[in-house]
């Protein structure tokens, strides 16, 4: 039962374009959603995190939407760079409770 | 300065080995984790720690998974009798501070176990 749906395997989009990375989940009692970004070889690194009582996060060139009523999230990278090819994933835990749920992860593909 | 470190990179066991896989947290870190990630798949929760005290362990697929962190440090995950369906990479992540969703996370590189 995959609480945390990435249902994009893969997206590839031209430099200083938009990326939009989605994510999906089940358990409503999730309150707390990350953005972790891989490359090959490391550990996942921490990007953005939205707390369920907010809508938007935005730090730099990355922005975290949330719909609750929906239980959809999204990624938005603008402008996107090279250096942004990784593996993206959406993760989500609750209030109390520390461990992580993740997706499966997002190929994103910036084509120079 | 120093991140989480993961000892082996990688290992080769034959089916029905042993292993130990090695976590060194950040210097001060009170909470650590385990987490499995299988090919093509996102991490997967396995056990965590605040200092030595192992809080859940709810993830572990069966008792042939053991995880220690005796003096609330390193922290050591064991397989016995390794089956080939425990091949993934095994990620150790772990914050300064304990019992806040918000706590960011810093993961090691993970070992990648293979079992022939």
């Known amino acids: 039962d995959q609480q945390v749906k990435q249902n994009s395997p893969s997206l590839s989009v031209q430099e200083g374009r938009i990326s939009i990375l989605n994510c999906d989940y089940t358990?409503?009692?999730?309150?707390?959603f990350l953005w972790y970004k891989k490359y090959p070889a490391e550990g996942p690194t921490f990007l953005i995190s939205?707390?369920?009582?907010?809508d938007k996060n935005e730090d730099g060139r990355f922005t975290v939407f949330l719909n609750k009523s929906a239980k959809h999230l999204s990624l938005h990278i603008v402008p996107s760079q090279p250096g942004d090819s990784a593996v993206y994933f959406c993760?989500?835990?609750?209030?109390?409770?520390?461990?992580?749920?993740f997706g499966t992860g997002t190929r994103l593909t910036i084509i120079p | 300065g120093a991140g989480v470190s993961q000892s082996p990179r990688y290992k080769v066991a034959k089916r029905g080995q042993d292993v130990a896989l090695r976590c060194d947290p950040i210097?001060?870190?009170?909470?650590l984790f385990w987490y499995q990630q299988a090919l093509g798949q996102g991490p997967e929760f396995l056990t965590n720690?605040?200092?030595?005290?192992?809080?859940?362990k709810s993830g572990l697929p069966s008792d042939r998974f053991f995880a220690e962190r005796p003096e609330g440090s390193v922290s050591t995950l064991k397989i016995q009798r390794t089956q080939q369906e425990d091949s993934a990479v095994y990620l150790c992540?772990?914050?300064?501070?304990?019992?806040?969703?918000?706590?960011?996370?810093?993961f090691g590189p993970g070992t990648r176990l293979t079992v022939l």
């Open positions: 358990n409503s009692m999730f309150d707390y």
């Open positions: 992540a772990s914050t300064l501070l304990a019992g806040g969703a918000d706590n960011e996370q810093f």
């Open positions: 210097s001060g870190h009170v909470s």
């Open positions: 939205i707390s369920s009582i907010k």
């Open positions: 720690f605040q200092n030595e005290a192992q809080l859940d």
């Open positions: 993760a989500a835990n609750c209030f109390g409770n520390e461990k992580l749920t």
